[in-house]
């Protein structure tokens, strides 16, 4: 039996809500929406890179999202030093690449654990705490709010490109 991504359950958010509920349920919306467009894929289709010459696939948005996760919230709300890339930890852009060999279920799995450890890191953080850089830029400070609003754009722009990716697999549309 071939694997398969399994279907996911996708909440919307709250129409009336406090900010700090709506950006978590907005973002929980966004991780969802990513999953429901692998759900029903095999580990192959997840694989291809169905626009050319773009070397993007589905499996390595999600694997991208796994390093944005622990970038934003690990590394800067969380302020975990310790914390690599999983894909390649001496290098930037290997989520999207060497997709020859990566193992779809896993990858969708540490997608799930990566999107958990981001909730913990960022749970009892004000909305207005004030977070260091880490990399090039380390003047660049900013709040935890950014940090979620920044992640809400970064999904819609990389779901847009995922609703693009599975049409060309087969045909599925939708939000």
Same mark, same amino acid.
């Given at each position: 039996?071939?694997w398969?991504?399994?279907p996911? $359950?996708?909440?919307e958010? &709250?129409?009336?809500a406090?900010?700090?509920?709506s950006l978590?349920?907005?973002l929980d919306? !966004?991780?969802a929406?990513l999953?429901?467009?692998?759900a029903?894929?095999t580990?192959?289709?997840?694989? *291809?890179?169905? /626009?050319?010459p773009s070397?993007l696939?589905?499996l390595?948005?999600v694997?991208h *999202?796994v390093?944005v996760e622990?970038?934003?919230?690990?590394m +800067?709300?969380a302020?975990q030093? &310790?914390?690599r890339f999983?894909?390649d930890? $001496?290098? /930037?852009?290997? $989520?999207?690449?060497?997709?020859d $060999?990566?193992?779809?279920?896993a990858n969708?799995?540490?997608?799930r654990?990566?999107c958990?450890?981001s =909730?913990v890191?960022?749970?009892?953080?004000s909305?207005d &705490? /004030?977070v260091?850089s =880490?990399?090039d !830029?380390?003047e660049?400070t =900013?709040?935890?709010?950014?940090?979620?609003v !920044?992640?809400?754009?970064?999904?819609a722009? +990389?779901?847009? +490109?995922?609703?693009?990716?599975?049409?060309?697999i087969?045909g599925?549309?939708? &939000?």
């Amino acid at each position: 039996m071939t694997w398969t991504a399994p279907p996911v $359950d996708r909440t919307e958010p &709250d129409r009336i809500a406090d900010e700090r509920t709506s950006l978590e349920q907005w973002l929980d919306f !966004h991780r969802a929406t990513l999953l429901m467009k692998c759900a029903g894929l095999t580990a192959e289709q997840l694989k *291809m890179r169905s /626009v050319p010459p773009s070397r993007l696939s589905l499996l390595g948005l999600v694997r991208h *999202m796994v390093e944005v996760e622990r970038w934003w919230f690990g590394m +800067h709300a969380a302020q975990q030093a &310790d914390l690599r890339f999983p894909y390649d930890p $001496d290098s /930037v852009g290997l $989520d999207f690449e060497e997709l020859d $060999d990566a193992d779809a279920e896993a990858n969708l799995d540490d997608f799930r654990r990566e999107c958990e450890a981001s =909730r913990v890191a960022a749970a009892g953080k004000s909305l207005d &705490d /004030v977070v260091p850089s =880490r990399g090039d !830029h380390p003047e660049r400070t =900013r709040d935890i709010r950014w940090i979620y609003v !920044h992640m809400i754009e970064e999904y819609a722009r +990389h779901n847009g +490109h995922a609703d693009l990716l599975r049409e060309c697999i087969d045909g599925v549309t939708g &939000d």
